[in-house]
């Protein structure tokens, strides 16, 4: 396993950008699929984006063109950029890693997970 810790969440008004970081400790980054995942309040935890190592990338529907998913294998940091930010982005979000190259979307499918950076949008 390794070790995951977001940060770059806050609280912004609607319409704002953010860029979470996810730096994760260990030689195995740059085989690891990583993904994106929140949870708002009173809801299950949702898939957002994730990006295997080999390239392949997906997103939620409902993030599409919005949000992109980024890795620095150097920097064994994962990113996630997100623009023009809704109310309803608001939740935790948590970093992901899983052995594979298949950009899972579900979170059994991921064996380490940070411990979230809260992302709050005012509107």
């Known amino acids: 396993q390794v070790q995951l810790v977001e940060s770059g969440g806050g609280l912004v008004q609607a319409g704002a950008s953010l860029r979470l970081s996810c730096l994760v400790s260990?030689?195995?980054?740059?085989?690891?699929?990583m993904g994106w995942f929140r949870q708002a309040p009173g809801k299950e935890r949702e898939f957002v984006a994730a990006?295997?190592?080999?390239?392949?990338?997906r997103y939620q529907d409902s993030v599409k063109g919005r949000v992109t998913i980024s890795r620095d294998n150097a920097k064994n940091t994962l990113y996630l950029e997100m623009n023009s930010l809704k109310s309803e982005d608001t939740a935790v979000y948590y970093c992901?890693?899983?052995?594979?190259?298949?950009?899972?979307?579900?979170?059994?499918?991921?064996?380490?997970w940070g411990q979230g950076t809260q992302v709050t949008v005012s509107s």
């Open positions: 992901a890693g899983r052995v594979g190259n298949c950009p899972a979307s579900t979170p059994p499918d991921y064996d380490s």
């Open positions: 260990g030689r195995t980054f740059r085989t690891y699929t």
């Open positions: 990006s295997g190592w080999g390239g392949r990338i």
